[in-house]
């Protein structure tokens, strides 16, 4: 579990429509801008809600954070407290009261209560990848969420470890020890948007 709902949403949000490598990216920006350094090292706290508030929505783009995430990320922000107020309820609720936030939707909700909640059950609807790799796996054959889901569901209330071994064996080199999987290319003005 991270140490606040906020890190675990603020996470979650940067992670939106992009690859592993540009919310990475975005999020070690975000920290070094918005987050606290710790003391002897050359490391950043995770920014709290207060710190994001005051980062200007220009600045968010430099740091590689759109605009639609980052007006979501803003909201997020304003609400800091009532997130905060999220660990109190079941994780089915906090899932539903997440999407009541303008720009987040399930596969955001569900992330937010998996790091934020230790929520085991919580599936990655609407991922690009997950989808292919369940199905590919427990089933032979490629499917969309309706089918990872189905699949899934005898798993229930461990979904989201099972998603998160098949995704590990699947990028390590498959289930079978075959190739290496191979992430999508991430174009140059995506890695770097500052400078474009």
């Known amino acids: 579990k991270t140490p606040t709902v906020f890190e675990a949403y603020a996470s979650a949000v940067i992670e939106q429509l992009v690859t592993g490598f540009e919310s990475r990216a975005s999020i070690a920006r975000l ?12 490391l950043h ?3 709290t809600a207060e710190a994001v508030r005051r980062v200007p ?3 968010m783009h430099e740091l590689g954070i759109g605009s639609r995430r980052a007006a979501a990320l803003r909201e997020g922000a304003i609400r800091g407290a009532s997130l905060e107020r999220l660990r109190a309820v079941p994780p089915d609720v906090a899932i539903e009261k997440l999407q009541s936030i303008r ?4 596969w955001t ?3 937010v209560a998996r790091d934020a909640f230790g929520y085991a059950d919580a599936v990655p609807i609407g991922d690009f990848h997950s989808p292919y790799v369940v199905t590919s796996a427990l089933t032979g054959e490629e ?5 990872m889901l189905e699949v899934l569901e005898p ?3 461990h979904r989201t470890r099972v998603v998160l071994l098949l995704e590990h064996s699947f990028v390590r080199g498959g289930l079978d020890g075959g190739p290496r999987w191979r992430p999508p290319r991430v174009d140059p003005h995506r890695r770097f948007p500052w400078k474009y």
């Open 143 to 147: 499917g969309d969420d309706a089918a």
């Open 57 to 59: 929505m220009w600045r």
């Open 31 to 42: 920290r070094r801008e918005a987050g606290e350094p710790l003391p002897g090292t050359r």
């Open 45 to 47: 706290a995770a920014p």
């Open 109 to 111: 909700a569900n992330a």
């Open 155 to 157: 798993f229930r209330p």
């Open 103 to 106: 720009g987040v939707g399930p």
